[in-house]
Structures are given as structure tokens and as C-alpha cells.
């Protein structure tokens, strides 16, 4: 089964970092794109940022510009997502997405494939 399966959430302060992953399992990535999206309680669902595996072109939302980094290791089969300088409002469930995607784009066309989440709690 294909399945994502994201790591590295936890507890951090203000002004701290914290590295997600989000890895693959049964099956490789590909040509696909990978996203990244956040949920924070009583918010809506927005994205974050996302890659496409096949010419590394990315996409960040305005709030985490400068700050997030999306990273692919084709060796590891995993995605990365290197979060500098948070604040509380970067509190929220992270998921990871995979999907096809076409040359022109960063994100997946269709969000195919979702992990589990992993909780990233950012304290003041």
C-alpha cells in the first residue's frame, strides 16, 4: 500500500527551527510533486509549500518565504521541509501530499496521496 508517512514535528520556541520529513512507503516517488499543508485548530486547511520532483521547481506560501525550505533526497526517497524562525502561528498539523504533476508546475495537479500529519507546536 502507498502509503506517506511525515516525521519531525514536536515542541519548539519562538524563534527555533524543526526539520519535517516525509517519506515514502511502498512505492518511489517519481515524477511527481510533493506538498506540504498545515491545519491549525479552528482554521482552514492551507498550503504551505510544494516541490516537483522532476525539475526541483518550488513553491512557498507569502507567510513562510525566507523562512521554509522544501528539499528532495532522491537517495532516501524523502522530502524535507526545513522551517526556520517560527512563531506561534506557524502551530498547526503539517501533512505532506503526493501527486502527478506536469513541467510548468510545483505543486501536485491532484493531491493523490496524504500522510498522517505530524504536530509542529511552536511556545513563546
Known amino acids: 500500500e502507498a502509503q506517506l508517512v511525515e516525521s519531525g514535528g514536536g515542541l519548539v520556541q519562538a524563534g527555533g527551527s524543526l526539520r519535517l520529513s516525509c517519506a515514502a512507503s511502498g512505492f518511489t516517488f517519481d515524477d511527481d510533486a510533493i506538498g506540504w499543508f498545515r491545519q491549525a485548530p479552528g482554521k482552514e486547511r492551507e498550503g504551505v509549500s510544494c516541490?516537483?520532483?522532476?525539475?526541483?521547481?518550488?513553491l512557498y506560501a507569502d507567510g513562510v518565504k525566507g523562512r521554509f525550505t522544501i528539499s528532495f533526497d532522491k537517495s532516501r526517497n524523502t522530502v524535507y521541509l526545513q522551517m526556520h524562525n517560527l512563531h506561534s502561528g506557524d502551530t498547526a498539523v503539517y501533512y505532506c501530499t503526493d501527486g502527478a504533476t506536469g513541467s510548468a508546475y510545483a505543486c501536485p495537479i491532484r493531491n493523490d496521496i496524504w500522510g498522517q500529519g505530524t504536530q509542529v507546536t511552536v511556545t513563546s
Open positions: 516541490i516537483n520532483l522532476n525539475n526541483n521547481k518550488t
